[in-house]
């Protein structure tokens, strides 16, 4: 198969967010592809190649009829990039089947990313260094026996680990700092979230292992975006959380606020005490991300 600009940058979109269905392939993509016509074409000549997997489950998207189709990486996806680009980090990306359970979440869970990359994009204060997605190796260009992931198992007795969604580092005036990402689709109550995933973070903030994962970052905190469904699962979340492990460290968004203008300087953030704020801060007549 010829390989043509058209599939790079189909195989490069799916290296950067794992799981697309096509119509986010095609808005995701850096350049404009033509249409979903020419799109189609080109990821059924892609999947007969073996270059890229169609999900046998297709997935329900919220507010529309009907279902998707998703779309992954193979192994020979990932050799096709890293021999083109000349880069061997490009082998370290995940090739694994999602989950059929775990399908509805990464669609979400990518909006939210291309929400956020939309609203640093737009403007030149805040910079996004890096985005690691939950089944993504961290350190790629290690030995192999040497790689691995976010989930991070913090004790074996009693049982703990800490498993984000996604972790990225924003700059700004001269200071990295980590987040991670928790996507709530609605499908555990508040209290079994801040009873579920508080003691992991917590223990992962006290150890300060945010820094094996990002070891750019300068700062010894990081912060928890909870991206849920609705307010008033935001507020509620948030309340729970009061009362257990590092609350601090949280931080909860009602999707419907999140958008490309909102998401750095729209008081759409609600915390612990009930405090609604922007992501970044003025502090005086500087802007600054919030320690």
Not at 12 to 30: G, P
Not at 45 to 69: C, D, F, T
Not at 175 to 185: I, N, R, S, T, W
Request: charged fraction near 25%; charge should be positive.
């Amino acid at each position: 198969m010829v390989i043509t600009d058209t599939d790079l940058q189909i195989l490069e979109v799916l290296a950067q967010y794992y799981v697309l269905t096509r119509e986010q392939i095609q808005r995701f993509s850096a350049a404009p592809i033509s249409s979903g016509r020419s799109v189609r074409r080109r990821l059924l000549k892609m999947s007969l190649a073996e270059l890229i997997r169609k999900h046998r489950i297709p997935v329900a998207l919220p507010g529309k009829n009907g279902a998707a189709p998703v779309y992954y990486l193979t192994k020979n996806g990932t050799e096709v990039l890293a021999d083109h680009f000349n880069d061997g980090t490009y082998l370290g990306l995940p090739t694994r089947q999602p989950r059929v359970d775990r399908l509805n979440h990464w669609v979400a869970l990518n909006e939210t990313r291309w929400t956020i990359e939309q609203a640093i994009a737009s403007q030149s204060e805040v910079g996004l260094e890096r985005w690691i997605n939950e089944w993504e190796t961290v350190n790629k260009s290690a030995h192999e026996k040497e790689q691995f992931y976010l989930q991070t198992k913090l004790s074996e007795n009693p049982p703990l680990s800490c498993s984000p969604d996604a972790g990225f580092v924003m700059s700004l005036r001269g200071h990295k700092k980590v987040f991670y990402l928790e996507q709530d689709l609605g499908t555990s109550s508040p209290k079994q979230i801040a009873a579920r995933k508080t003691k992991g973070y917590a223990e992962l903030a006290n150890r300060k292992l945010h820094r094996k994962h990002f070891p750019e970052t300068t700062l010894d905190t990081f912060t928890i975006l909870f991206i849920t469904t609705t307010a008033y699962r935001s507020q509620t979340t948030a309340e729970r959380i009061r009362t257990r492990p590092r609350p601090d460290l949280w931080l909860c968004i009602d999707q419907h606020e999140l958008t490309p203008e909102s998401f750095l300087y729209g008081p759409i953030t609600l915390n612990y005490q009930g405090e609604r704020a922007a992501l970044v801060k003025p502090i005086e007549t500087q802007k600054e991300i919030p320690c």
